[in-house]
């Protein structure tokens, strides 16, 4: 275990950032013949070391490595010259590079040549987390990820030096990037990964080769990638299956294809649950008007400032894994309790006598189902009005999908569903057929008949829940809706006044 920091004042990774080590502190491993060992690669012009790595040649470059990555719309070796204008001190590249083409005060910078920029990204990675002493702990999952890994790294950072992902930086780029910021003084280190395909999260996971591994849930998502849940359910659980004997692997006790995963892993092995009694369980949940409320283990009173059932299991996995890294339990629940509210994941704003639950960041069966469950357990003051746009990515089960999800708009007893798209509209066939009342569906073509809907249909006290799929771009309807709602609650207050 990994004792906390007893000086708060030394945590220093807010916004996922590690404090930047003072000049001087110590010497950085990325040498033109360190970059070659570890990439496989040849060294084609030598120069100073660089202290970290970058892949963007328009953001900070000052001594770092920069990698010319390829993509399907960009070649990164394209702009090396301006990486270099900016700072940079090397390049990674995969193709001929003229060191004599440079003017004469950019050639002192090292060329490192190598197969796949790609590639030897991830071998940087893998080298970087190798020579650090940070114990990391890897998050997967169809849903639920993001809030994880953010609140696992709030709670961290208030006990010792903390790294996280930033935003979601959880594929081949943002993981390598992410273990870059890891510095000799970082005690924790907590790595978002995801995938859109086979195989990409052994990949993430053999460079990231994590100490505590999450998983939180597995549900149809990404399903032009991973073809069925089958293929969600062995993708994920690659994460479990990379963890070393002498790891811990925390699961979803309550979802049977994370608790199948427990066969899967060499670690130790602690379920989380709200339905039984497991390592980490809770009871009572309650939603209201400041989030959610249960007891840990039937005995503790734990509060959170967000909605759902599924914001439970994401603390319970935040507790198991802080606790395992030395925490004590009390300072968890007390740096959980001040986590900040997510943008755009079931957050509340508050307009007049209405409030939209703004739950756009992203969508799939899984927490679209979760938002529902929230929205109905905070009871029946006011009607409850759903907005839903489609959910992408779910291939040939789509249809089946959305239809399903609109007999769950029924079963949760909602009030109105509002279909935005085509793409939705066989969420409101389901609610049809699920036996909701017809003059309670409503389809419109756009999010500007959604907003003229809502403008004209809302009453006093209603409880909005928004949600489709990033893409389907719902946020700019909520941003619109909350600011008409606001004035037009302001403009009331002048009358009476």
């Known amino acids: 275990m990994v004792a906390p920091m007893s000086d708060r004042s030394?945590?220093?990774?807010?916004?996922?950032?590690?404090?930047?080590?003072?000049?001087?502190?110590?010497?950085?491993?990325?040498?033109?013949?360190?970059?070659?060992?570890?990439?496989?690669?040849?060294?084609?012009?030598?120069?100073?070391?660089?202290?970290?790595?970058?892949?963007?040649?328009?953001?900070?470059?000052?001594?770092?490595?920069?990698?010319?990555?390829?993509?399907?719309?960009?070649?990164?070796?394209?702009?090396?010259?301006?990486?270099?204008?900016?700072?940079?001190?090397?390049?990674?590249?995969?193709?001929?590079?003229?060191?004599?083409?440079?003017?004469?005060?950019?050639?002192?910078?090292?060329?490192?040549?190598?197969?796949?920029?790609?590639?030897?990204?991830?071998?940087?990675?893998?080298?970087?987390?190798?020579?650090?002493?940070?114990?990391?702990?890897?998050?997967?999952?169809?849903?639920?990820?993001?809030?994880?890994?953010?609140?696992?790294?709030?709670?961290?950072?208030?006990?010792?030096?903390?790294?996280?992902?930033?935003?979601?930086?959880?594929?081949?780029?943002?993981?390598?990037?992410?273990?870059?910021?890891?510095?000799?003084?970082?005690?924790?280190?907590?790595?978002?990964?995801?995938?859109?395909?086979?195989?990409?999260?052994?990949?993430?996971?053999?460079?990231?080769?994590?100490?505590?591994?999450?998983?939180?849930?597995?549900?149809?998502?990404?399903?032009?990638?991973?073809g069925s849940l089958d293929g969600v359910r062995a993708e994920k659980s690659a994460l479990p299956a990379g963890l070393a004997a002498d790891g811990l692997c925390i699961l979803n006790g309550d979802d049977a294809s994370c608790r199948a995963m427990a066969a899967a892993t060499r670690a130790r092995v602690q379920f989380t649950s709200v339905t039984r009694r497991t390592d980490w369980f809770a009871t009572e949940v309650r939603f209201h008007a400041l989030g959610t409320t249960f007891l840990l283990r039937g005995e503790r009173p734990v509060t959170l400032p967000r909605l759902g059932t599924h914001n439970v299991y994401n603390a319970l996995s935040v507790i198991a894994a802080a606790c395992h890294l030395g925490m004590a339990e009390e300072d968890v629940l007390r740096a959980l309790a001040s986590v900040p509210s997510a943008a755009r994941r079931l957050e509340p704003k508050r307009a007049g006598e209405v409030t939209i639950f703004d739950d756009t960041y992203n969508m799939n069966p899984h927490s679209a189902r979760a938002a529902l469950q929230a929205l109905a357990g905070l009871g029946n003051v006011g009607r409850r009005v759903v907005v839903f746009g489609e959910m992408l990515e779910l291939g040939t089960e789509s249809r089946r999908l959305h239809e399903e999800l609109g007999a769950e708009v029924v079963r949760t007893r909602q009030d109105e569903l509002l279909c935005v798209g085509d793409g939705a509209r066989p969420i409101a066939d389901g609610a049809l057929a699920a036996g909701m009342p017809t003059a309670r569906v409503h389809v419109v073509a756009d999010a500007n008949a959604a907003f003229e809907w809502l403008q004209q249909g809302l009453r006093p006290g209603d409880r909005v829940l928004c949600k489709a799929s990033r893409r389907i771009a719902l946020d700019r309807l909520v941003d619109r809706l909350h600011a008409e709602l606001l004035q037009a609650a302001g403009h009331g207050a002048a009358e009476q006044g």
């Open 10 to 226: 030394q945590a220093g990774a807010q916004d996922g950032v590690a404090p930047r080590r003072a000049r001087g502190a110590g010497a950085s491993w990325l040498t033109a013949a360190a970059v070659a060992r570890a990439t496989g690669g040849e060294v084609v012009a030598r120069g100073a070391a660089a202290r970290t790595v970058s892949t963007d040649s328009r953001g900070d470059c000052e001594g770092r490595l920069f990698v010319a990555l390829r993509g399907p719309n960009h070649d990164g070796h394209r702009h090396c010259g301006e990486a270099l204008q900016r700072g940079a001190v090397g390049l990674v590249v995969d193709q001929a590079f003229d060191v004599a083409s440079l003017p004469n005060r950019l050639r002192p910078a090292f060329v490192v040549r190598v197969a796949d920029t790609g590639k030897a990204l991830l071998d940087l990675a893998a080298e970087h987390r190798r020579r650090h002493r940070a114990r990391v702990v890897g998050v997967t999952g169809s849903c639920g990820k993001t809030s994880t890994k953010d609140w696992l790294g709030t709670v961290l950072a208030a006990a010792m030096p903390t790294v996280r992902s930033p935003a979601s930086f959880n594929n081949q780029v943002g993981v390598p990037l992410t273990l870059f910021a890891i510095e000799p003084s970082t005690r924790a280190a907590v790595i978002e990964i995801g995938t859109n395909a086979p195989g990409e999260i052994a990949q993430l996971t053999a460079v990231v080769r994590p100490d505590i591994g999450i998983v939180t849930c597995v549900a149809p998502a990404h399903l032009e990638g991973l």
